[in-house]
T-cell receptor, first 113, second 111 residues
Framework: NAGVTQTPKFQVLKTGQSMTLQCAQDMNHNSMYWYRQDPGMGLRLIYYSASEGTTDKGEVPNGYNVSRLNKREFSLRLESAAPSQTSVYFC????????????FGAGSRLTVL | AQRVTQPEKLLSVFKGAPVELKCNYSYSGSPELFWYVQYSRQRLQLLLRHISRESIKGFTADLNKGETSFHLKKPFAQEEDSAMYYCALRASSGSARQLTFGSGTQLTVLP
């Protein structure tokens, strides 16, 4: 039982490049989330998916897109990376749409030069 | 909109001393409050939530609606308690029911 799996763990991009962070959960959770973690800012919600087929913006959605591919997978895409998107990204999932208790992935550290 | 404030970015205590990590919130309704913890090289995980009124690893937290606080306390800190602690709030109703996290407090327990 892997829980929440994120790939890649580390990535370095140049400004303007695009990339996709992948997330998969094997707990049959309905809801999935993408957060970014920055020093002094805590965790901020980028996008979430309350259930398969739906996605909604969180607190800091600009510069990102998401896809809920199926119940297991929720990807985060940076179309044109900027240095301000240098961060640690966490995927999480929960049983219900009301956030409830979150299960987190190990994180993906992204550096944009 | 709800807001969670953790006033201390860094907190150091000696082993065996009491520790209190502060969390204040602003929300007009009746919130759900949580503490999440991230140990070194481990994933962020739930420590406790106010509705359970439980003690986990010796930690307790009481929701004080009058002071809008949810401070995390432990009477005798241990070195293994060293970690980053996040307070989080979930609104009781409406569209903003996702978790809002504070900025975190890095706790170091010194030997």
């Amino acid at each position: 039982n892997a829980g929440v799996t994120q790939t890649p763990k580390f990535q370095v991009l140049k400004t303007g490049q695009s990339m996709t962070l992948q997330c998969a959960q094997d707990m049959n959770h309905n809801s999935m989330y993408w957060y970014r973690q920055d020093p002094g800012m805590g965790l901020r919600l980028i996008y979430y998916s309350a259930s398969e087929g739906t996605t909604d913006k969180g607190e800091v959605p600009n510069g990102y897109n998401v896809s809920r591919l199926n119940k297991r997978e929720f990807s985060l895409r940076l179309e044109s990376a900027a240095p301000s998107q240098t961060s640690v990204y966490f995927c999480a999932s929960s049983t219900g749409s009301g956030a409830n208790v979150l299960t987190f992935g190990a994180g993906s550290r992204l550096t944009v030069l | 909109a709800q807001r969670v404030t953790q006033p201390e970015k860094l907190l150091s205590v000696f082993k065996g001393a009491p520790v209190e990590l502060k969390c204040n919130y602003s929300y007009s309704g009746s919130p759900e409050l949580f503490w999440y913890v991230q140990y070194s090289r481990q994933r962020l995980q739930l420590l406790l939530r106010h509705i359970s009124r439980e003690s986990i690893k010796g930690f307790t937290a009481d929701l004080n609606k009058g002071e809008t606080s949810f401070h995390l306390k432990k009477p005798f800190a241990q070195e293994e308690d060293s970690a980053m602690y996040y307070c989080a709030l979930r609104a009781s109703s409406g569209s903003a029911r996702q978790l809002t996290f504070g900025s975190g407090t890095q706790l170091t327990v010194l030997p």
